[in-house]
């Protein structure tokens, strides 16, 4: 049988391996060594001249479904050998375990436990890119922030933590631990945060909080704030948006209103530029017009900045000798194109045909004002525009309906206008000096009062 079994394989060499597939257990020796291409258990066929022996291949372990199939007889155990199980991880199709063993160490430090992640973990990649996009930020409620500063910022508020991925014990410890409680604490390489990080020299430290709510958030310097609030009008540059926050912080403002239209407060280049202003003051974001109102406690004195005072109004003057009113187009200080109740947050040209359509519109009629004269003597919000588009008609109705006023900077001749952020910080510390005096003089009127009073 053995040689008849031979001659058949020198006749067929081509089909030596599937005769020999299909047979029984019994493997017939030859001349070379075998090893099958399949992912199955090796097949070796020893020499000739260690004729007689008979191997059979090792049996592949079968699973409790397999074996009661061919106890039934619904399988033979030839079909069980051709189609091993499939959880077998040596004859699965990658060749390896469906769930690598991977190893995650935990450490302790002051009581805080951390884990070191293993190598290829994508939890800080996938993590910084999604908190990078503002509509991850808005729908999941996350935000990023980078930087011992910033988080300390935001752990002194009362942000909450959710991740906090760190290179080194040194920096992990600059961090308030108390506050880290409830957050999972990573250890990675300093690589990994350079790769992802968004700033030039990483610091090697990056968290991700949950979407803070102002309301809730503890503001330290309360009593130190002035009846300013600070109203931003279709700001799309981060850097401008960042640095009028930041000066609004430092000016004392009681808060900060963003209409929709503007740069996301949380954008990585707004946090850099703002400097923990976030964390400062209230920030409320993405309003409506008719909301703004909502933010005042008190009534309030509505102020606008006009950047151009007039350089680009018509000529055409009135009987009185005033400059002749005629549609928002005329305006260099203010957007001639309609609100739009669906704000795109991406920066977008004003249509050709926005001037035929504002025909019918008419500009309020506001008084100018310098700077530095007398503007901010009650509750006051101060509205800066964007520089490319201005200021919206919502904001200049209702500076009119609050009996407000325009106020300039002015430059000297050749010069354009002053940078929005630049012109926002100007007017915002001359109304925090003009409140001051308005309420120390108000003190000593009082306090004059009170002495005047017979006992």
Same mark, same amino acid.
């Given at each position: 049988?053995?040689a ?16 020999l597939?299909?047979?029984s ?11 099958g ?9 020893f020499?000739e001249n260690?004729?007689?022996k008979v191997v ?14 061919q106890?039934?007889g619904?399988?033979?155990?030839g079909?069980?050998?051709?189609h091993?199980d499939?959880?077998?991880p040596v004859?699965t199709?990658s060749g390896t ?5 991977v190893?995650?160490t935990?450490d302790l430090?002051d009581g805080?436990r951390?884990?070191?992640a293993?190598p290829?973990?994508k ?7 999604v908190?990078r996009?503002r ?6 409620g996350?935000?990023l922030?980078?930087g011992?500063?910033l988080?300390?910022d =935001?752990?002194?508020?009362?942000a909450r933590?959710?991740m906090?991925f !760190? &290179?080194?014990?040194?920096r #992990?410890?600059? %961090?308030? /631990?108390d ?8 250890k ?9 990080s968004?700033v030039?020299?990483p610091?090697?430290v990056? =968290?991700?909080?949950a979407r803070?709510?102002p309301?809730r958030?503890? !503001? &330290?310097r309360?009593?130190q #704030?002035?009846? %300013?609030? /600070?109203?931003c ?7 401008n948006?960042?640095t009028m926050?930041?000066?609004a912080?430092?000016a ?9 239209g ?5 954008e990585p280049?707004?946090?850099r ?7 400062? %003051?209230?920030i409320y974001a993405s309003l409506?017009?008719?909301?703004i109102g909502n ?5 309030v004195?509505v ?7 007039g350089h680009h109004?018509k000529?055409d003057a009135?009987?009185?000798g005033?400059?002749?009113l005629?549609?928002p ?7 001639s194109?309609?609100?739009r109740?669906k704000?795109e947050y991406?920066?977008y040209d004003?249509d050709?045909?926005?001037?035929s ?8 009629r506001?008084e ?7 503007w901010a003597?009650?509750p006051t919000?101060l509205v800066?525009g964007g520089?490319?588009?201005g ?21 000297v001749?050749g010069v354009d206008s002053?940078n929005?952020?630049m ?10 000096r ?19 009073k017979?006992?």
């Amino acid at each position: 049988m053995a040689a008849l079994i031979k001659g058949v394989i020198r006749l067929f060499p081509t089909e030596r391996n599937a005769f020999l597939s299909t047979r029984s257990d019994i493997i017939v020796e030859s001349k070379r060594f075998v090893r099958g291409l399949r992912r199955k258990p090796v097949r070796v066929l020893f020499p000739e001249n260690d004729t007689g022996k008979v191997v059979k291949p090792p049996q592949p372990p079968q699973s409790d479904h397999h074996a009661a199939e061919q106890k039934m007889g619904r399988i033979s155990p030839g079909a069980a050998r051709r189609h091993p199980d499939r959880s077998d991880p040596v004859n699965t199709r990658s060749g390896t375990a469906k769930h690598p063993h991977v190893t995650v160490t935990k450490d302790l430090i002051d009581g805080l436990r951390y884990e070191r992640a293993f190598p290829g973990d994508k939890r800080l990649s996938k993590l910084v890119s999604v908190a990078r996009s503002r509509t991850f930020r808005e729908h999941q409620g996350k935000i990023l922030l980078e930087g011992r500063r910033l988080i300390c910022d =935001a752990l002194e508020a009362g942000a909450r933590p959710q991740m906090v991925f !760190f &290179s080194s014990l040194d920096r #992990l410890q600059e %961090l308030p /631990l108390d506050k880290l409680r409830g957050a999972t604490i990573v250890k990675v390489k300093f690589e990994d945060i350079k790769i992802w990080s968004d700033v030039v020299t990483p610091q090697g430290v990056i =968290a991700i909080f949950a979407r803070p709510d102002p309301s809730r958030l503890n !503001f &330290s310097r309360r009593g130190q #704030l002035v009846p %300013l609030s /600070l109203i931003c009008d279709n700001v799309r540059d981060p850097g401008n948006l960042g640095t009028m926050l930041r000066s609004a912080a430092a000016a004392g403002c009681h808060d900060i209103l963003l209409t929709k239209g503007c740069v996301d407060a949380w954008e990585p280049k707004v946090l850099r530029a703002a400097m923990g202003a976030h964390f400062q %003051l209230p920030i409320y974001a993405s309003l409506e017009w008719h909301e703004i109102g909502n933010h005042f406690s008190k009534p309030v004195t509505v102020h606008v900045a006009d950047s151009s005072h007039g350089h680009h109004l018509k000529r055409d003057a009135e009987d009185d000798g005033t400059p002749k009113l005629s549609k928002p187009g005329d305006y260099g200080w203010v957007d001639s194109s309609p609100y739009r109740k669906k704000m795109e947050y991406e920066e977008y040209d004003s249509d050709s045909d926005s001037e035929s359509e504002n025909e019918g519109i008419s500009l309020p009629r506001m008084e100018t004002k310098l700077y530095h004269e007398n503007w901010a003597q009650s509750p006051t919000a101060l509205v800066v525009g964007g520089e490319t588009h201005g200021l919206s008609m919502e904001a200049v109705q209702l500076a009119e309906k609050t009996d407000g006023y325009r106020l300039f900077i002015p430059v000297v001749p050749g010069v354009d206008s002053l940078n929005s952020a630049m012109a926002a910080s100007i007017l915002l510390f001359e109304g925090r000096r003009q409140l001051l005096k308005l309420l120390q003089t108000t003190g000593k009127k009082r306090q004059s009062k009170a002495e005047r009073k017979p006992s």
